[in-house]
């Protein structure tokens, strides 16, 4: 049976919880993509394409409680849950049948039930949907086209709301689509909503022509403990059409029961890299020369067998571009550095050969799912802290079957460096890199297999201490910490810097600077 189909973006933060998104009737998970990048400023996410949506195949027992089964094994054992129209009245049935899997559920404009009866009358009347059921039978397009409208009417952004939605297909599996129109009109959550203890909140549009507003009133009357927001001048589609109200309301709530996790403080700063190695492209070539032989050592780690593309992830000042193009051949060559200079630099020189440019962070690439077969990345992506949201980004972005060949630093690197400022002060003076075991994990839990592991240490030998760091000036190699020391360094703590480096000197009258360098291969 083919898997349903879901999506893991890891957040841009530490100290993030997990959400779980689930879309509404003739949609699937591109509906959220637009709130994503912001949504991950605090929450790992899961997106899910519903039973028939999508990219997932439809489901043969059309029963709710089949459905859920289906996404049981796709989803995370602990999360928040936040589901949109029917994607909240299947995350309604989920957290009651299911309460030790969900931390907190969020409805947005979705109902207890979603056609009208005598005890629930705010919902859509009964002549309405059955009529809305027969256009969508008699002609699929032009009653999905009906749909979007009412999805829009009376939204103060509908225009804003329109253009996301136009650039989505219309989806024309006629079956999935009589299904779904099927939960809607029997599934009822009320007995459901009274039993569930997990905190919960239901976020409504003020203007919402599916699921009229009125039935705020009744969800505030008939549950105890329900947390109800408006948002005005909203139609069906509230994230949409006002995208930063709606990420304040979910992070206001999940922050009132304590739901995200301590951040962790980050100790390299981002921006300050980029700045770091933008300064140094033009001076980066003439003193990397370690870098260089990490980097023709990687290239001999790539497949035998070039692929139709490939992306240098953290490309520098384009070094092994050539040395790329020659092994793909007639391929997409693809390059992507975080450093705005660095990335002109590399431009200037080899514009014949890439055929792609973007600047771009390895946690948060521009690029589409499935998009390149191999990723080359030598000594890049030790300045990323987060490695969840890396490698997770790097198995969205291969196709199946594609590689990652990656060169980074380990902790040791520059250990004796390091042992030398400990000697002068507390400050963070030289950069911290993951452990081994950091990677791993995070290579597996995107879904990665490591298909070769090698380590080697470098060493790099010096005169005196000056060579060593200005080295590390001209490469845009020097402190980046969030905790290092702020003004210029005093000569009496240079003076002693240079005093406690001593103790390294080898026998032949060299300073040594150690890298612990490690290769990887992994797969999708």
Request: aromatic share 8%.
């Amino acid at each position: 049976m083919t898997p349903i189909y879901r999506e893991r973006l890891a957040a841009s933060r530490s100290g993030a919880a997990e959400l779980v998104l689930l879309h509404g009737w003739a949609s699937d998970a591109e509906i959220w993509r637009s709130i994503i990048p912001a949504l991950r400023q605090h929450f790992h996410i899961t997106l899910i394409d519903l039973p028939g949506c999508g990219r997932s195949p439809a489901c043969s027992d059309g029963d709710t409680a089949s459905v859920i089964e289906r996404l049981l094994p796709v989803l995370p054992d602990s999360a928040i849950y936040c589901g949109w129209s029917l994607g909240g009245m299947f995350a309604t049935a989920i957290a009651a049948k299911y309460p030790e899997r969900v931390r907190a559920l969020i409805t947005v404009a979705s109902n207890a039930v979603f056609v009208a009866d005598e005890y629930w009358p705010a919902a859509m009347p009964p002549a309405d949907f059955h009529t809305f059921e027969a256009a969508i039978e008699k002609n699929i397009v032009k009653g999905l086209r009906r749909f979007r409208s009412l999805q829009l009417l009376g939204d103060q952004r509908a225009d804003s709301v329109a253009a996301i939605l136009n650039r989505q297909p219309i989806p024309v599996n006629s079956s999935a689509l009589t299904q779904g129109l099927k939960y809607l009109n029997t599934l009822d959550n009320r007995a459901a909503l009274g039993a569930i203890r997990c905190p919960i909140m239901h976020v409504f549009g003020s203007e919402d022509a599916l699921v009229p507003v009125a039935s705020a009133k009744l969800f505030a009357a008939s549950y105890a403990g329900h947390k109800c927001s408006v948002m005005m001048g909203c139609g069906h589609i509230p994230f949409l059409s006002s995208p930063q109200e709606f990420i304040d309301t979910i992070v206001d709530f999940v922050n009132s029961w304590q739901l995200l996790d301590d951040a962790k403080p980050y100790h390299l700063d981002k921006s300050d890299i980029g700045r770091s190695f933008s300064r140094a492209a033009s001076s980066y070539d003439g003193a990397a020369q370690l870098q260089r032989r990490i980097a023709d050592k990687l290239v001999a780690l790539l497949p035998v067998s070039p692929s139709e593309a490939l992306l240098d992830l953290g490309c520098g000042t384009g070094y092994s571009l050539p040395a790329l193009r020659r092994y793909i051949g007639g391929g997409k060559l693809l390059a992507a550095d975080l450093a705005p200079g660095m990335l002109a630099y590399a431009k200037a020189r080899y514009t014949a050969v890439v055929d792609g440019w973007l600047c771009a962070d390895a946690e948060d690439l521009p690029l589409a799912d499935s998009s390149v077969s191999q990723i080359f990345s030598s000594l890049a992506l030790q300045w990323c802290e987060n490695l969840p949201a890396v490698y997770a980004e790097i198995e969205r972005v291969l196709k199946p079957g594609g590689s990652a060949v990656i060169a980074t630093l380990g902790p040791d690197t520059l250990y004796e460096l390091r042992e030398s400022w400990r000697r002068v002060d507390g400050y963070a003076h030289v950069n911290q890199f993951a452990p081994q075991s950091e990677i791993f994990l995070a290579v597996k839990n995107a879904g990665l297999k490591v298909d070769e592991w090698q380590e080697a240490r470098e060493l790099m030998e010096y005169e005196c201490l000056s060579d060593l760091t200005r080295e590390l000036k001209n490469i845009g190699a020097h402190n980046v910490n969030s905790g290092r020391p702020g003004g210029l360094t005093s000569r009496g703590r240079i003076k002693a810097l240079t005093a406690a480096y001593e103790q390294f000197r080898e026998p032949g009258g060299c300073l040594p600077a150690t890298y612990q360098a490690w290769y990887l291969r992994c797969t999708k």
